[in-house]
Each structure stands twice: as C-alpha cells, then as structure tokens.
C-alpha cells in the first residue's frame, strides 16, 4: 500500500506567550490523502480535509480561554463520504523559556455531529450521529520576532462518542496519539487597547 500524507497546520494569527490583555485569532488547515489497490487491481483512494478556527482572549499571563471549532470531510471515492463538525470551548497555559521558546497545552471540550453518506447504485444513504469530544494537546512555540513564529505539536490525547439518531448504535474512542502525527502553524499574538 502506498500512501502519501501530508498534514499541514496553519494558523492565520495565534498566541505566542499569553499575555495578559490581548486576543487570539487563528486556525488550522489539514489535509491527507491515501490510495489503496488490493490483489486484483482494484483501488479507491480516501481524501481527508479538515478546517479548524479559533478564537480566544488571554484573560491573565499565561492563561486563555476561547471557542473554536472544526468542519471536516473524510471521502472514499466516490461511493462514502463523512463531513464531522465541532465546536466548543477551550482553555490554554502557555508557559515561555526564554525570548525564542515557548510551550503550552490546550485543553478543550465539546459538541461533534456527523453525517455519513454510503452512494449504492445511485442511491443515497444516509446516517447522522452527535456527541461530545475532549482533548488535551500540548505544542511548542518558536519566536522569530514581534510574537510571529511556528507552532509544532506530535499529537496529544482524546476522548470522543457519538451516538446514531436513528438507532441505539453507539461509539466510543480514546486516542492517545503522540508521535502519530506532526502539526506545525503559523502564530502571531495581537495585544489589545487597555
């Protein structure tokens, strides 16, 4: 099987060391492709896309708290296809090294709805699902100048379910996935009028 992967993180504006009094505004982008072929030739490729902003406000050094979100697509070719939405809130303590280094976790909890669509002989069906997620992801910050810098993170840890509207079907899922997968963004950190 071979895959290609490629994660790509980036925030428009986002936090450098939480400085009392100012405003975080950013976002992810992500984006993987795999495609697969078995024994007999046969193939079918999977795109994942995912969009994810945030918005939040440093209330105290160090500390943030704010609302973000996710809008996600996992298609199949063309026969499955599963669009995922979040939002919720998060809170954020950022703890700097020097000038050029800095670290922080996030800690957020949630609303997630999915809608599942399955194409056979050109029908559709289709399948919704809500629930709540919980996630705690640590990341490093480098500073090139003025509070503009990257974001690094390997993954974190998480706790999802969703429950099917339409039945008593139900999934749980813990994910612990340090070093699974690399993030980087771009941050910048606004302060506001006192």
């Known amino acids: 099987m071979k895959k290609l992967f490629l994660t790509g993180a980036i925030a428009f504006f986002g936090l450098a060391s939480a400085q009392k009094n100012t405003l975080l505004v950013g976002g992810n982008i992500a984006y993987s492709s795999t495609k697969n072929t078995d024994a007999l030739s046969n193939s079918n490729t999977t795109n994942t896309f995912e969009f994810s902003p945030t918005?939040?406000?440093?209330?105290?050094d160090h500390w943030t708290a704010g609302?973000?979100?996710?809008?996600?697509?996992?298609?199949i070719s063309d026969a499955y296809k599963v669009n995922t939405d979040k939002i919720g809130g998060f809170v954020r303590y950022a703890q700097p090294f020097n000038e050029t280094f800095a670290i922080y976790g996030d800690l957020g909890?949630?609303?997630q709805g999915q809608k599942a669509t399955q194409t056979v002989l050109n029908q559709d069906f289709v399948a919704k699902a809500n629930g709540m997620y919980v996630q705690f992801t640590p990341a490093l910050f480098i500073n090139f100048k003025?509070?503009?810098g990257l974001n690094f993170n390997i993954g974190g840890i998480g706790y999802n379910n969703l429950n099917d509207k339409n039945s008593d079907a139900k999934?749980?899922?813990?994910?612990?996935?340090?070093?699974?997968?690399?993030?980087?963004?771009?941050s910048k950190n606004f302060g506001l009028k006192k």
């Open 109 to 111: 909890i949630g609303y």
């Open 67 to 75: 609302v973000n979100a996710s809008f996600g697509t996992n298609k």
């Open 55 to 60: 918005v939040g406000y440093q209330f105290a």
């Open 146 to 148: 003025n509070s503009f």
């Open 171 to 186: 999934s749980s899922t813990f994910d612990f996935s340090f070093g699974k997968s690399i993030n980087i963004g771009i």
